[in-house]
């Protein structure tokens, strides 16, 4: 059982809070929702509903200096600008692993010099999950091989300056992919 299984699992203690009892709730391949029984810092007690999702990643690719940024239709927030990247799976072991697979299905680039620059926790109020952001520079062309869900993916090559004037100017809406924009351009 891993850490986000474990229904005794925490992200580094309740602090204040104490948890009673977690109950499950919906679950689906993709998502679990809970509702604990809390006491809240203030004393009162009462339910806390929240989410677990699988972590996710995103990638900065740098290709002859030019940002690989994805354009793509999402269900629930429409036309996007955003990073390749996707969901870290069971099967990848590590979240690197899911950055370097993400990024040649959604863009066919690979290799290159790799660099972590952490995680986010994009909802910290809804759900655990974290977003591993990466870079890499200079990777290798290869054939993309986008799963069938992202068949109206768009892959744009443009200069780091419009990259942040997309951020700026909310072309680029994913808040991991602009945090990550921003940290690769500083």
């Known amino acids: 059982m891993n850490e986000r299984e474990d229904t005794t699992w925490d992200a580094g203690g309740l602090g204040p809070?104490?948890?009673?009892r977690r109950t499950p709730l919906y679950a689906t391949?993709?998502?679990t929702a809970y509702r604990d029984d809390v006491t809240f810092p203030d004393g009162s007690t009462g339910p806390y509903n929240w989410v677990r999702v699988p972590d996710q990643v995103r990638v900065a690719a740098l290709v002859h200096g030019n940002l690989l940024v994805c354009e793509q239709h999402h269900y629930l927030t429409g036309v996007?600008?955003?990073l390749p990247g996707g969901q870290v799976d069971p099967a990848d072991g590590a979240p690197e692993r899911a950055a370097r697979r993400e990024l040649a299905e959604e863009t066919g680039y690979r290799d290159g010099h790799w660099t972590?620059?952490?995680?986010l926790h994009p909802l910290p109020g809804a759900t655990p999950?974290?977003?591993h952001l990466w870079s890499t520079v200079d990777p290798d062309p290869y054939p993309a091989a986008p799963e069938s869900v992202e068949a109206d993916l768009k892959v744009h090559h443009i200069p780091l300056a419009e990259a942040v004037s997309a951020v700026r100017d909310g072309r680029l809406r994913c808040a991991a992919s602009a945090a990550l924009v921003l940290a690769v351009a500083l």
């Open 17 to 20: 809070w104490a948890r009673h």
């Open 29 to 31: 391949p993709r998502l």
């Open 80 to 82: 996007m600008w955003q």
């Open 116 to 119: 972590d620059h952490g995680a």
């Open 129 to 131: 999950a974290r977003v």
